[in-house]
């Protein structure tokens, strides 16, 4: 079988989107599946920006990569790019000679997928990982106004697929009720378990490592202003007044940083706050196994990869009542707090941090609850369903492959 994936969120770039869609190819080309990318052009800073080596990246035997000229535009990360659309780029596509498109996008090179479809009248299969009213406050328009033009746009280009899938439930709920009527089923992203995981090794040492105290709570993904990395700060303050050796330790980048360290500074945290940057998985995976705590308040998840790598570390996690977190959160792992209540969060971190024993048991069901989002697992999914889609392609009325997982 032949895969055309198109993505405007690729590596360089770092996020959980760019590892799952380098991970779905890495993992299927392994089975004998080839993919071809169909990505942007990126530059010599995007690498810079992620601390990475310059030069492409290796998916296997069976992926190729091409990428197309390339804008940089705004957002969180300050590496995103865009391909603008000349609806001709089907002809390189069709050299490929694919069975079935994958888009991941649903502008730039989703609109190139989806002429790539009607071009090469092959099935399309699309993937919406992104809760888009969640991001109003990057557009220059009035944000109410560019919330529901850009659902509009969302549930037309979606509509035109024979096939969707999202990482939660929450992400299909508002697609239904503004028009959505394609088949679909969720379809969770893949993490690695070979790297996210319980690490058996001293960790008074990996805390030597990260220069960290014996109470620290961790927060790791993009610093962007929908992820509310400021509530977990100001929740570090508070709970400071009962744990005095107290640390967050912060791994990412993004537009939000600068403002988050002015605040650590107004509160007082400069010694209690450490911000990494952003780090390599393999680097990502021994802070979680030096952390006690996994914290994320952010609002526009439509799933969260940091969070289930850190439940993979075997750590407890506490998460804002919103959107799909509350889907991937629950009593055998860990705890939810109202969006942005910090004292609320403050709370819960004091009584995590407090015990023990409460951490190891909500630590063992996230290991427990992360075995079916392994990298070998999902590719297992996917490989059906693109198997599904390509020869039952007219049998999709009943809206159903297989059970959600």
Known sequence: MRIALFSDNFYPEIGGVQDSVACLGRELGRRGLAFCYYVPQCSSRDFIKAKLPVGEINLGDNVKIKRFFSLPVKSSTQQSRLVVPNFLRWREVKKFKPDIIH???????????????????IPIVGTNHWVITEFNQYSPAANKLFAGLSLKYVIWYFNRCDFVTAPSQTVFTEMLKHGFNRPHRVVSNQIDLKIFKSIKEDRLKLKAE????????????????????????????????DIPDINLAIAGHGSAESGLKVLVKELGLGNEVKFFGTMDQPKLARLYNAAEVFAIASTSESQSMVLLQAMACGLPVVGARWRALPEYINEQNGYLF???????????????????????????????FVRKFSAEHIASVWEKIYSQVLTKKNNFANNKIGENI
């Open 210 to 241: 990260f220069k960290i105290s014996e109470k620290t709570v961790v927060y790791a993904g993009r610093l962007g202003r929908e992820k509310n990395v400021d509530t977990i700060v100001r929740a570090i303050a508070l709970a400071k007044k």
């Open 338 to 368: 109202k969006p942005h209540d910090f004292k609320e969060l403050a709370g819960i971190i004091i009584k995590l941090l407090v015990d023990s024993e409460a951490r190891k048991l909500l630590g063992q069901g996230g290991l427990d």
């Open 103 to 121: 888009s991941h996008s649903f502008f730039g090179l989703g609109l190139e997928a989806l002429a790539a479809a009607r071009f090469l009248k």
